[in-house]
């Protein structure tokens, strides 16, 4: 029988975005997920002097914005637990409670080329079963450089084949505190709770 294959989508979505949607989607596609967690961050610990909305606005965009796929679910393993949340942690509790199942990291191509950085990142990437690479328009990677610093990297990583856009929420965010346009930058149900909840205005 072949073995439960899940995604795991870590990250703070201050807001998600489309290119979070495409990123989930072609990695369900591309190694036929049986599930894809969206495992959202309370308090990420790399980002203690950044202003982050607050978690319960968070929960809802990201449910809003995979509401209508059966493959997506929103992950409260780092919600219901006390933080620092770091990735291997997670994955470990995810093992716990999968212990069958083959665990695909999916991240960008900014936080794959700072992989070394994290915290036990040769015990995380021994962990999982895949490291799936979204590269935005423009990226390049020393994989050279990478293994010799993550020994076995090489063999874990894929890259998703997609057409893409050079997006970012901190971009996202950017334009809305300018009063700039970015309906179709996001989910149409997180542009209404945005909008409705005056989200990202500034102070």
Known sequence: M???KIGFFGGTFDPPHIGHLILASEAAHQFELSRLLWVLNPDPPHKQEQDITL??????????AISNNPLFELSRLEIDSPGPHYTINTIR?????EPDAEIFLLIGGDSFRDLPTWRLA???VAAVSKISVMRRPGDSFDMPAL???IRGLTD?????DALLLNLSSREIRR????GNEFRYYVHPAVYEYIQS???????
């Open 55 to 64: 978690l319960s606005h968070r929960i809802e965009m990201v449910q809003r």
């Open 122 to 124: 040769s015990d995380l």
């Open 2 to 4: 072949p073995k439960t």
């Open 156 to 160: 874990k990583v894929s890259f998703i």
């Open 147 to 149: 293994e010799l610093q």
């Open 197 to 203: 909840n005056h989200l990202y205005r500034g102070k």
């Open 175 to 178: 334009r809305i505190a300018d």
């Open 93 to 97: 509790a995810l093992t716990q409670q």
